[in-house]
Nanobody
Framework: QVQFVESGGGLVQPGGSLALSCTAS????????IGWYRQAPGKQRELVAG???????NYAYSVKGRFTISRDNAKNTVYLEMNNLKPEDTAAYYC?????????WGQGTQVTVSS
């Protein structure tokens, strides 16, 4: 079955940076569009960045210019570089195919932006 394992979250001060990684198994990774999603307490899960199978990236307006998504198909891994983090970026971050598969959610990785 499809499995995604996220890592790299943590506590960071406003203006700081973090780099997330997500490794997939159980799928032909290179054939899929992949997304990074996040869910803050009391809010719906949202797509913040996506990357097509061909490497084209797209971003939510709230993170454009601050986040960068990339992928390494040889490692079945997608990355999310996050710069100039803001308190409103605080959330659990997940990766999944885009559009998401309800059965493929992993544990996520927590990002907390606070002074």
């Amino acid at each position: 079955q499809v499995q995604f394992v996220e890592s790299g979250g943590g506590l960071v001060q406003p203006g700081g940076s973090l780099a997330l990684s997500c490794t997939a198994s159980g799928i032909t990774f290179r054939a899929y569009d992949i997304g990074w999603y996040r869910q803050a307490p009391g809010k719906q899960r949202e797509l913040v960045a996506g990357i097509s199978s061909g490497g084209l990236a797209n971003y939510a307006y709230s993170v454009k210019g601050r986040f960068t998504i990339s992928r390494d198909n040889a490692k079945n891994t997608v990355y999310l570089e996050m710069n100039n983090l803001k308190p409103e970026d605080t959330a659990a971050y997940y990766c999944n195919v885009d559009p998401f598969s309800p059965l493929a959610w992993g544990q996520g990785t927590q990002v907390t932006v606070s002074s």
